[in-house]
């Protein structure tokens, strides 16, 4: 049902401010990063840095993903293949779900929020037999004030009673599935607490913006060395975090074309 898709849960994760970060109004905000997680194979991916210039102390998470082009987003998906984002409510942007579903097969999935006023247009017919859609109380096609239409699928439950309502811009999947995805986005959360508890990264290590993208790139980096097999895999994992950085320093400036740069100054060892 999902093979013609990537699917990706997304959220921001914070860390510490560094030491000699600058402070706002008398006080250090934390560093604010927007990640994903594959859902199929749980490698984790940095998407950028919040952009916190001016007197900003926090980054919207729907702001930050207008800041992404569509390249970006798709995440080097083929042409062709779908993209699924399972974000929270903060992720909502209804009109800008419609842009991304026309110009880059980009759709999303999330929890409906309190004060959402959305008007049913239509009763959507599903496969009440179908086990996927156990627990789906009704699957509808509303309108927004934004002036386009996504799905919304109520589901209630089973094991605690409670009933939850999710909006869409994807049609073609049955309504259970829509529910399940939501519950593993869950799965970032885990990873998260990972990063925060296993590998000791709460705080920003410098206070440069370039110097902060690096850690999330080292973070990524050492999240897919636990989740691959093999040689370079056990590397990685067994290395401290330190280390996988030294290791990444001597990569960068011996085989700078790795990192997309030819041009870098040779280093010469001093007596």
Not at 2 to 8: E, M, V
Not at 181 to 200: G, P, S
Request: net charge positive; charged share 25%; proline share 3%.
């Amino acid at each position: 049902m999902l093979d013609g898709y990537d699917i990706f849960a997304g959220d921001g994760h914070y860390h510490a401010a560094a030491v000699h970060d600058k402070k706002k109004s008398g006080k250090k905000y934390p560093i604010q990063h927007f990640y994903s997680v594959d859902l199929r194979t749980l490698a984790l991916r940095h998407l950028t840095l919040a952009d916190t210039s001016g007197i900003r102390k926090r980054e919207h998470d729907t702001r930050a993903l207008k800041r992404l082009d569509i390249e970006t987003l798709r995440q080097s998906a083929p042409k062709g293949r779908k993209v699924v984002y399972v974000w929270d409510r903060a992720g909502i942007d209804f009109f800008q779900w419609f842009k991304w579903k026309h110009a880059g097969g980009i759709y999303f999935v999330s929890r409906e929020k309190k004060n959402m006023d959305l008007m049913v247009m239509a009763k959507l017919g599903f496969d009440k037999k179908d086990p996927v859609n156990a627990g789906v109380q009704s699957y509808e096609l509303v309108g927004c004030s934004a002036g386009v239409s996504m799905h919304r699928v109520k589901y209630k439950c089973p094991i605690s009673g409670e009933t939850y309502g999710f909006v869409t811009s994807l049609s073609n999947v049955p309504p259970g599935l829509i529910a399940y995805l939501y519950k593993t986005r869950w799965d970032i959360e885990k990873i998260f607490d990972q990063v925060k508890n296993k590998l000791a990264e709460k705080k920003a290590w410098a206070t440069s913006d370039t110097a902060k993208k690096m850690q999330a790139q080292f973070i990524w980096e050492r999240k897919r060395g636990q989740n691959e097999r093999g040689v370079r895999s056990s590397f990685l994992t067994d290395l401290s975090f330190f280390q996988v950085f030294l290791f990444h320093v001597s990569c960068f400036y011996s085989f700078p074309s790795m990192y997309g740069l030819c041009d870098l100054p040779e280093i010469r060892p001093t007596r």
